[in-house]
């Protein structure tokens, strides 16, 4: 305790970050206020401007700072070809392997009958819509090894079936593996080895 | 990645937290921006009020936002004992034990001979002037069981003899530990066996 009612808050609130328990909290202001010039107060100031600006694009579920991200509005990957991703997460780490140069779906989640989602719960109705909007010829379904994530892509296959060539990630991805935690050169390889469903 | 240049800095950031690598800081961030009302918004507000108000306490070094602190301000805890400690964190796991009446005296680290920390460099001066100013009868050295730490104490003590009690944290204090991971109870029964030096 630091016995200061703005620093315990500051505190309290670094604690709720996931991966940060009470200690490392602690250990994070102190850090941060030794380094208040040059990391405490642009911290502060970005995340202001984030907490003011960051929105989920309308189109496609990717976190930017504009109605209809960067991937979205670029023309140059309208190439017909949509890759489906559990959550955001997803999305940047294919995005890092730098190999897709198509436009993405984020569901937001994986359907789970234990925890009550259902199709509607995720976004599922705009990639159907997506398909034709889009002119899309290809889905790749990059969802999680998981069992949720498998009954998922299932799932979606099954909606689409007939109205797109429908791939999924193949060899690189571990059982119960999650892309977040994958290295680049795992993800590459999964995607250019993709099969068809 | 998330190809937006303020979120990318926002995660630049947070990976400079210590606790925190790139993955991380990505996930927290994630976490943040769905939490933006709950969480994201509260947090820069709180880092915003800590990075224009935190200080280090003139007198003894711990953090707040008055240019004396809280319990060296706090008469009741001018009792006589003084307990030396190496980093603010050291004083606010004591402060956790809850057993210290006294004030303190935070160093801002070790001596070393290898880093070239001299006494000087510590608020090592300011310690011999506090014991007349406050009238102080004990010095309580409740630095880290490191060589480091054990230098640092008998260079103290040295320089204090015949001028106040000197004590040490006894029992409790495993070898090559360090204050702040200890839990309150260890904290607590080391306090209470503390024998003079
Ligand atoms: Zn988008
Ligand atoms: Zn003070």
Redesign the pocket.
Known sequence: MSGNTDIEGLIDLMARLPGLGPRSARRAVLHLIRKRGQLLSPLAQAMLTVSETARE?L??G?VGTTD??D??ENNGRANGQLCVVEDVSDLWAMERSGVFRGRYHVLGGTLSALNGVGPDDLRIPQLRDRIDAEAVTEVILALNATIDGQTTAHYIADQLEGRALLTSLAQGVPIGGELDYLDDGTITAALNARKPI
Do not use: D, T
């Open positions: 694009c189109n496609c990717n209809i991200c991937i979205c």
